[in-house]
Structures are given as C-alpha cells and as structure tokens.
C-alpha cells in the first residue's frame, strides 16, 4: 500500500508535467487518500501541494486555494520555514489571480517575512515584485512605488536583469 | 483587460511558467 501511494504520486507528477491536469488530480487525489491512511505528513503536504498547482492550469483557483491552505497548515505543523514561504507564495499569487488583492497582500508579505529571515534574495524580490503590483492594483501607489524600488534594488544586488 | 490588468499579471505569469515545471517529488 505505501509503495502504491507512492507509484500513485510518481503517476500524477508524470501527468501533470504532460499537461494532463485532470488525471493529475485523479492520481495525487489517491496519493492524498493512502497518505492519510498511513498518517505520512509529509506525503499529505506533498499531495495538497500537487493539488493546488493541477487546480491553477484548470482554472479552478477557489480549489487551488484551499490545496494550498492545507499544505501551509501542515508545513507549519512540520516546521519547514521553506515549503511554508512556497505555500505563502502560491496563495498570494492565487489571491491574485482571484482578484483578491487584500488577500494576496497577506500572503505576500508573510512570504516576504520567511524569505528575509532565510536570506533568500530570489524569494525577496518575488514577493517584492508581487507585492507593487498587488498595490498598484489597488490604487496603492506608495505601497507600490516602495516595493517596485526593493524589488529593483535586489534586483541589481542578483544581477537579474530580466 | 486594462492596463493595470496586464501589469497586474507578470508577476503572477513568471509564477506559472515556473509552476508548470514543479513537482512535489515522492
């Protein structure tokens, strides 16, 4: 049965990187289901993670969102700073697309937190970035100018020109 | 969509091109 889980979870990374979003879902559905009859945290983070990317290339942002949710409750219960500022990530960018600026603002700048405190410059300028355009979204032009300058400025500090 | 719309969305689109490739590996 944990070999299944896994199989299971190898099947729906496999479909969801040939597009084949719905039996993406299928198969981490059934990875999330084995992960739980075996109390595997770490799995049932993983399946709640898979779920909530599948769910963004559906279009189905409301579902990808409570994914996410989940998988954030549970990297906080596992203690993994990183994989929690990944799930922070994710719903602030699917607080965006939802249109929930306010939200995506919350999310953003707790990522922005955990990626200051792990020193990790790529994330910074990301929820940088995110965070000037959910304020120039609304109508927060300050907000927005401060963060478009950080963004800027760990932009030179990387050498990213993109 | 407005202006703000597409400027909204960069980021956001940066965020699902990289997405598209990442994978919870068992």
Redesign the interface.
Known sequence: RPAQGRTYGNLGNTQYLLSNFCNAVDSHKMRLLIAKEFGDLAAERRAYCNLGNAYIFLGEFEKAAEHYKRALQLARHLRDRAVEAQACYSLGNTYTLLQDYERAIDYHLKHLIIAQDLGDKVGEGRACWSLGNAHTALGNHDQAMHFAERHLEISNETGDRC | PTR??V??V???Q???ED????????
């Open positions: 703000m719309h400027i909204q960069d980021s956001v940066r965020w699902m997405l598209r490739h990442m994978t919870e590996v068992e």
